[in-house]
Nanobody, 126 residues
Framework: QLQIVESGGGLAQPGGSLKLSCVVSGFTLDYYAMGWFRQAPGKEREGISC????????NYADSVKGRFAISRDNAKNTVYLQMNNLKPEDTGVYYCAARGFDDCPVTLLGAYFGSWGQGTQVTVSS
């Protein structure tokens, strides 16, 4: 049974950091690109980052470029999202998703990812 579980969310102060983890089971992570998405209250889901199966290719939404870093450890079946210099507008539910191909799409649309976790809440507030 394919399962994706995110963790690491919580409350952070503006300028602070959090590191999200995404553990997958039921399939081998080696062959799949993985993405992170978020949804703020009252807003549409936003694609924020993707990493190719090998980890050699990454992309980011402009809103997080230079502040967030995606990485993966295929041996641990885990994908990470390091979030630095957090801003209140980073608040939302963060989702990890698996794509059925080894490369990242040019546009980070949720439709390009087939399997999703339940999400982890990130709140940035003083």
């Amino acid at each position: 049974q394919l399962q994706i579980v995110e963790s690491g969310g919580g409350l952070a102060q503006p300028g602070g950091s959090l590191k999200l983890s995404c553990v997958v089971s039921g399939f081998t992570l080696d062959y799949y690109a993985m993405g992170w998405f978020r949804q703020a209250p009252g807003k549409e889901r936003e694609g924020i980052s993707c990493i190719s199966s090998s980890g050699g290719d990454t992309n980011y939404a402009d809103s997080v470029k230079g502040r967030f870093a995606i990485s993966r450890d295929n041996a641990k079946n885990t994908v990470y999202l390091q979030m630095n210099n957090l801003k209140p507008e980073d608040t939302g539910v963060y989702y990890c998703a698996a794509r059925g191909f080894d490369d990242c799409p040019v546009t980070l649309l949720g439709a390009y990812f087939g399997s999703w976790g339940q999400g982890t809440q990130v709140t940035v507030s003083s």
